[in-house]
Nanobody, 120 residues
Framework: VQLQASGGGSVQAGGSLRLSCAAS????????MAWFRQAPGKEREFAAN??????SYADTVKGRFTISRDNAKNTVYLQMNSLKPEDTAVYYC????????????????WGQGTLVTVSS
C-alpha cells in the first residue's frame, strides 16, 4: 500500500487546514487509517485513527481535529480547526489491517509526511 499525504502549509493560530491522504489499494475499506505527527526534536505521536468500527483521538487534538474517510476515493482526511503553535509538526498518514491502535509500531504502511506550521 502506498500513501500520499497532502494539504500541509502555514497558518496563523486559530486557523484551519485539511490534510488528505490517498491510498493505492483496492481494499481501502479493510484498513485502519491513522494520522500521526512529529514535532521538531520530538518523537512521532498519535493524533487520530478511523476504521469501520469507530474513531479515536489523542487528548491533545480531541474537539479540534476531525478524521474522516471516503472509501470510494481511497482517501482519509484530517480536518484541523483552532490550530495552535504546538500543533506545528510533520503529519504522517499510516495504515494497518486490524483494530484501532495508537502506537507507531502497529502500523505497516506510512506516507511521506506533510508539514504544518502554525504561527502565533
Amino acid at each position: 500500500v502506498q500513501l500520499q499525504a497532502s494539504g500541509g502549509g502555514s497558518v496563523q493560530a486559530g486557523g484551519s487546514l485539511r490534510l488528505s491522504c490517498a491510498a493505492s489499494t483496492r481494499t481501502f475499506g479493510d484498513y485502519t487509517m491513522a494520522w500521526f505527527r512529529q514535532a521538531p526534536g520530538k518523537e512521532r505521536e498519535f493524533a487520530a485513527n478511523i476504521n469501520w468500527r469507530g474513531i479515536s483521538y489523542a487528548d491533545t487534538v480531541k474537539g479540534r481535529f476531525t478524521i474522516s474517510r471516503d472509501n470510494a476515493k481511497n482517501t482519509v482526511y484530517l480536518q484541523m480547526n483552532s490550530l495552535k503553535p504546538e500543533d506545528t509538526a510533520v503529519y504522517y498518514c499510516a495504515a494497518r489491517i486490524g483494530p484501532l491502535r495508537a502506537a507507531t509500531k502497529d502500523y505497516d504502511y506510512w506516507g511521506q509526511g506533510t508539514l504544518v506550521t502554525v504561527s502565533s
